[in-house]
């Protein structure tokens, strides 16, 4: 079984468009991230939810928002599509607490395509 | 900015030689560090971590070594294989209890030559 799915996995779409990424953990985590890898690799974090409430939000547009049901997903619509944000976002999840090694567990990506 | 960057874009050794990717970070304030694998086509996977009250810390096949002065961090594989090519991040945080904030550094990429 997967332990943090993201759908879809590839996403086209059009500039101006509105679009939403889901993201489930099966782990029991507490704690669920989004982070977004450019072309060049390189990855930032957006988002992190702690028990469904918000505890981090890096610099990003407000045109993407997160949404935490339960503490098993959190989801990431973004309004508005600009070519800027084609890249490859992974959700995360980990366990936040002394027993934890520090852990993050990733999912396999979705990748966006902005034309 | 970024505060973690990494000295080589990218490594290409013989299988069954050993690898080494290094790592540098400016933050002199972080105190934790993780090594994640990422393969084509899938989500970073993490390797190994280190506090620094250690300077290392070995895994299976994989040690880290963390040098505090010179702000340095290093992923030495034994034995490397073809399954470990991949792209090499190493990532910092300032505290290991708030890990999901980590700054990752640019990668490094790892061929292995049959």
């Known amino acids: 079984d997967t332990a943090v799915s993201q759908t879809p996995k590839y996403l086209v779409t059009q500039m101006g468009n509105d679009k939403s990424i889901k993201c489930e953990q099966n782990l029991g985590h507490d704690t669920m991230y989004w982070y977004k890898q450019d072309s060049k690799k390189f990855l930032k974090i957006m988002f992190s939810?702690?028990?469904?409430?918000?505890?981090i939000n890096e610099t990003v547009p407000n045109r993407f928002s997160p949404k935490s049901p339960d503490k098993a997903h959190l989801n990431l619509h973004i309004n508005s599509l600009e070519l800027g944000d084609s890249a490859v976002y992974f959700c995360?999840?980990?366990?936040?607490?002394?027993?934890?090694?520090?852990?993050?567990?990733f999912g396999e990506g979705s990748r966006l395509t902005v034309l | 900015g970024e505060s973690v960057g990494l000295h080589l874009p990218t490594l290409s050794v013989q299988e069954g030689d050993n690898s080494i990717i290094n790592c540098a970070y400016s933050?002199?304030?972080?105190?934790?560090f993780i090594w994640y694998k990422q393969e084509s086509g899938k989500g970073p996977q993490f390797i190994i971590d280190?506090?620094?009250?250690?300077d290392k810390r070995q895994g299976q096949r994989v040690t880290v070594l963390l040098n505090k002065t010179v702000k340095h961090l290093s992923l030495q594989i034994a034995a490397t294989q073809p399954g470990d090519s991949a792209v090499y991040f190493c990532a910092e945080n300032i505290s290991w209890r708030s890990q999901g904030n980590l700054i990752f550094g640019k990668g490094t990429k790892l061929s292995v030559k049959p």
């Open positions: 995360a999840s980990s366990q936040l607490d002394t027993a934890n090694t520090g852990e993050l567990f």
């Open positions: 939810y702690n028990n469904k409430e918000l505890i």
């Open positions: 933050n002199s304030a972080s105190d934790y």
């Open positions: 280190i506090r620094s009250n250690m």
